[in-house]
């Protein structure tokens, strides 16, 4: 029996033995979303999404779930506040929040706050870290220390779409190991890369110091918070690198960043392509 075989059996006992867990992710980032649905589809579980937490809201009002994926910085109502209505609620006092969110972020969060959550994820999301989390929540300790979680991402019949992405693994601006794109494999990864584009290419001729001089720094933390996240789940490691010094150097120049998400956007465009014919 091949170890992906021993894998797929054994997460089928276990969705045997518990049910399917229903799951609900708010974030508001569209490639965060792709990755979060393509990992945990990839092992056999679905997910609901909605983008802010008004909407995750509604549908934990609406529709029964299990476990509540929450990011932490969202439009309209943000993660924290979402899940202190949600724990109003005497029914949802238990349910399994977790959230999603970033080193700065969770430094910040007061005590009485961290409380509304059961557990933290750092975003990016770790695959391994996600399914592990997911299943300490749906299945009994007890049971849980006897499953393993290993990936099992499916290999793409396109030897074109293959061949695309090994070159984008072999290029010094992106490293494609240990991270999303093991999980998901080739065609997920390839609907991920797209999700990126079309969220960020818009900025690529707006990024630039005029543009965001209307914004207030809360909005340009959000703004590069999610654009760093998102670089990190596809792998260009070279634009996560130009956000951190922008970030931390005020002296650097936002230009760096245009010029390194545009570079990145053209790489991708050719790969993009692929799901297009």
Not at 124 to 137: A, G, H, K, R
Request: net charge negative.
């Amino acid at each position: 029996m091949s170890e992906q075989n021993r894998i797929e059996i054994e997460l089928s006992q276990v969705i045997a033995r518990y049910g399917v867990p229903s799951i609900l992710l708010a974030d508001d980032s569209l490639t965060q979303q792709f990755v979060i649905k393509a990992v945990l589809q990839n092992v056999g579980l679905s997910i609901d999404c909605v983008d802010d937490g008004e909407k995750a809201l509604s549908q934990i009002k609406h529709k029964h779930y299990d476990i509540v994926l929450m990011d932490i910085q969202m439009p309209i109502l943000d993660g924290i506040s979402a899940t202190q209505q949600i724990r109003q609620f005497s029914s949802l006092d238990v349910l399994p929040i977790i959230a999603l969110t970033g080193d700065t972020e969770l430094n910040d969060l007061s005590s009485d706050k961290t409380a509304l959550f059961n557990a933290f994820l750092q975003k990016p999301v770790e695959s391994n870290l996600l399914i592990d989390t997911i299943i300490s929540f749906w299945v009994p300790q007890q049971d849980a220390s006897s499953i393993h979680h290993q990936q099992t991402a499916l290999a793409s019949d396109n030897q074109h779409l293959v061949n695309s992405i090994a070159q984008l693994a072999q290029h010094p601006s992106f490293d494609l190991s240990g991270g999303v794109y093991e999980w998901v494999g080739d065609a997920a990864y390839l609907r991920v890369l797209s999700a990126f584009i079309r969220v960020y290419e818009p900025y690529v001729s707006s990024l630039d110091l005029a543009g965001y001089q209307g914004l207030s720094q809360v909005e340009l933390h959000r703004f590069f918070h999610k654009l760093n996240s998102a670089a990190a789940n596809i792998g260009a490691i070279d634009l996560m690198n130009a956000i951190e010094q922008f970030q931390q150097n005020s002296d650097a120049s936002i230009h760096q960043v245009n010029n390194e998400l545009r570079r990145v956007i053209d790489m991708l465009k050719p790969l993009d392509s692929i799901n297009k014919k």
